[in-house]
């Protein structure tokens, strides 16, 4: 066969399993499991690399460097070094990948494990009824009356600010305002203010 012909087949070859890139081999060339990355390791050289091989043995035995015998030889323990390499090489790779992967899942299993503590817990709060002193406004906590701001922070872990509305602080106000004006008395207000 001549070398136009070869490489009109694997250009052919290319392109048909170009048409479904989403299926068959072209799919596993390109996907990111460890099947893809050995493809892309070791395909390239088990294609070029004997290529290559043999036309640096054939050039160097016609040059007169090396023994015709020899050169089968070299060829092969060459080739097999290399290959032994590139195999324990993408046994690193995906031993260091499935070790990435075991470390995620451990941390993926510890948020599920948190998430599902913290449903459970605010289930029962929402199931649960929380009981209410009448007169301080203090919640009944696993048998200790605690404030309400304690026991959002402990059960929901919610931090509280306080504030006070327009409505509170005009009562307020008007509620000084009484108390000062009983406090001067009827003839007026003080005469140090």
């Known amino acids: 066969m001549s070398i136009p012909t070869a490489l009109a087949l694997i250009a052919l070859a290319i392109g048909v399993m170009g048409i479904w890139p989403d299926h068959g081999f072209v799919a596993l060339l390109g996907s990111r499991s460890e099947g893809g990355l050995l493809l892309r390791w070791l395909l390239p050289a088990a294609l070029l690399f004997p290529i290559a091989m043999g036309n640096l043995m054939t050039m160097s035995t016609r040059a007169g460097l090396i023994a015709s015998r020899f050169s089968v030889a070299l060829n092969l323990g060459v080739t097999t070094i290399i290959f032994v390499g590139l195999v324990l090489l993408v046994g690193l790779l995906l031993k260091r990948r499935d070790a990435e992967r075991h470390e995620a899942m451990a941390e993926r299993e510890a948020l599920l494990a948190r998430l599902q503590a913290s449903v459970a817990e605010l289930e029962q709060l929402q199931t649960n009824f929380v009981t209410v002193c009448a007169w301080t406004k203090r919640e009944l906590d696993e048998g200790?009356?605690?404030?309400?701001?304690?026991?959002?922070?402990?059960?929901?872990?919610?931090?509280?600010?306080?504030?006070?509305?327009?409505?509170?602080?005009?009562?307020?106000?008007?509620?000084?305002?009484?108390?000062?004006?009983?406090?001067?008395?009827?003839?007026?207000?003080?005469?140090?203010?």
């Open 144 to 193: 200790k009356w605690v404030k309400f701001e304690e026991f959002l922070d402990k059960r929901l872990h919610i931090q509280m600010s306080h504030g006070i509305s327009e409505d509170a602080a005009s009562e307020e106000l008007s509620a000084l305002l009484e108390a000062d004006d009983e406090i001067a008395g009827p003839e007026g207000p003080a005469s140090s203010r």
